[in-house]
């Protein structure tokens, strides 16, 4: 531990949080970031998260076990807070004592911030602006995430760096707050460690880890891409708000674009509700994940991907990321 003595010093107060070695957590990546994954994560010093993603509760309840049986380090469950049964999954967490509750996606619904912390657990929130960070640290949020665009997946409109030097220098004195969205490489997190933030988020760069059961052919557009392939998916229409997609460009790209104009059509023929409208762009975005991540099919799967993507040559095992990625902050901090 030692060897990391200046980077481990920053971290102390996220590490006593996770319970981890390192207050690195591997960002919830629906289909990747399950047991496997997520074990090898906390078993290397970091923090896993199970993506709950569209999961029903019998589905989590298993995935939770199984993960238990490979570590016996720390993990989170990341949970999506317009989930129709989330107050079920909360259950779940409770049944198997998980130890940290990750909501993402909105404003948590009444109850269920309450409902986590009765069983015990810690809740990490995520928050676009300082106004609902404040709020939400207020109504019972115990650690907070900022997640700059530059990350794949759902995204929000402002970069990492700014989100840091907003929220940081506001925060970091009284709450704890991790910082995510194009994380590759340890000098970044050397840096945002010294702004005040208590530990990293980081995705992308553990996607396509050894012990990552993502295809090979998801791997392999991974390590083809650059930093640029790396897009944001077009809204079509201001009536059926999508929240931006970060993935590399593909077929499934171009398909996403033009599923939008057909349900927006539907919406206009009142062939369809709003809301009926809102669940089919979702329910896309599932599918197409998972075709290419478990199938396999990077042409019109859709291959979410952070910008950090570019920095991605070759399958790694984890532990040797971590490794890495804490040297690489030590070298930088103790260049200083």
Same mark, same amino acid.
């Given at each position: 531990?030692?060897?990391?003595?200046?980077t =481990?010093?920053?971290?102390?107060?996220?590490?006593? &949080?996770l319970? =981890?070695? /390192? !207050?690195?957590l591997?960002?919830?990546?629906?289909?990747?970031?399950?047991?496997?994954?997520?074990?090898?994560?906390? $078993?290397?010093?970091?923090?896993?998260?199970?993506?709950?993603?569209?999961?029903?509760?019998?589905?989590?309840?298993? %995935?939770?076990a199984a =993960?238990?049986?490979?570590?016996?380090?720390?993990?989170?469950?990341? @949970?999506?807070?317009?989930?129709?049964?989330?107050l079920?999954?909360?259950?779940v967490?409770?049944?198997?004592?998980?130890?940290?509750v990750?909501? #993402?996606?909105?404003i948590?619904?009444?109850?269920?911030?309450?409902?986590?912390? +009765?069983?015990g657990?810690?809740?990490?929130?995520f928050?676009? =602006?300082?106004?609902?960070a404040?709020?939400?640290l207020?109504?019972?949020?115990? #650690?907070?995430?900022? +997640?700059?665009?530059?990350?794949?997946?759902?995204?929000?409109?402002?970069?990492?760096?700014?989100?840091a030097q907003?929220?940081?220098?506001?925060l970091?004195?009284?709450?704890?707050?991790?910082?995510?969205?194009?994380?590759?490489?340890?000098?970044a997190?050397?840096? /945002?460690?010294?702004?005040? !933030?208590?530990g990293?988020?980081?995705?992308?760069?553990?996607?396509?880890?050894?012990?990552?059961?993502?295809h090979? $052919?998801?791997?392999?557009? &991974?390590?083809?891409? $650059?930093?640029r392939?790396?897009?944001?998916?077009?809204q079509?229409?201001?009536? @059926?708000?999508?929240?931006?997609?970060?993935?590399?460009?593909?077929?499934?790209?171009?398909? &996403?674009?033009?599923?939008?104009?057909?349900?927006?059509?539907m919406?206009?023929a009142?062939?369809? +509700?709003?809301?009926?409208?809102?669940?089919?762009?979702?329910?896309?975005w599932?599918? #197409?994940?998972?075709?290419?991540?478990v199938?396999?099919?990077?042409?019109?799967?859709?291959?979410?991907?952070?910008?950090?993507?570019?920095?991605?040559?070759?399958?790694?095992?984890?532990?040797?990321?971590?490794?890495?990625?804490m040297?690489?902050?030590? %070298?930088?901090?103790?260049g200083?």
């Amino acid at each position: 531990m030692s060897q990391f003595s200046k980077t =481990t010093e920053l971290m102390r107060r996220g590490t006593d &949080f996770l319970g =981890t070695d /390192y !207050a690195i957590l591997c960002g919830a990546m629906s289909w990747v970031s399950e047991r496997n994954l997520v074990s090898a994560i906390s $078993n290397a010093g970091g923090f896993g998260v199970i993506a709950c993603g569209a999961m029903t509760p019998d589905l989590l309840d298993t %995935e939770i076990a199984a =993960t238990k049986a490979l570590t016996d380090k720390p993990f989170g469950v990341n @949970l999506i807070t317009m989930h129709p049964q989330l107050l079920d999954l909360i259950a779940v967490c409770a049944k198997h004592g998980v130890t940290h509750v990750v909501l #993402a996606g909105g404003i948590p619904p009444k109850g269920s911030v309450e409902a986590i912390k +009765e069983f015990g657990a810690k809740v990490i929130v995520f928050a676009p =602006t300082l106004a609902l960070a404040k709020k939400l640290l207020r109504s019972g949020g115990d #650690a907070l995430v900022i +997640e700059g665009m530059e990350a794949g997946g759902h995204i929000g409109p402002v970069s990492t760096s700014v989100l840091a030097q907003e929220f940081l220098p506001a925060l970091a004195e009284d709450h704890l707050v991790f910082v995510a969205g194009g994380i590759g490489r340890g000098e970044a997190i050397a840096s /945002y460690l010294e702004m005040g !933030a208590v530990g990293v988020q980081l995705g992308t760069r553990f996607a396509c880890a050894t012990e990552s059961i993502a295809h090979e $052919n998801f791997k392999k557009a &991974f390590f083809r891409a $650059n930093a640029r392939d790396a897009i944001t998916s077009v809204q079509v229409d201001p009536r @059926l708000p999508v929240i931006p997609v970060r993935a590399l460009k593909n077929k499934g790209s171009e398909e &996403f674009t033009a599923k939008q104009i057909e349900v927006a059509k539907m919406l206009d023929a009142g062939e369809i +509700e709003m809301g009926e409208a809102q669940l089919q762009i979702e329910h896309f975005w599932a599918g #197409a994940l998972r075709r290419a991540v478990v199938d396999g099919d990077v042409e019109s799967g859709s291959i979410m991907a952070g910008q950090s993507v570019g920095m991605l040559k070759t399958e790694e095992p984890v532990a040797d990321i971590m490794q890495e990625l804490m040297m690489q902050s030590e %070298e930088a901090l103790g260049g200083r």
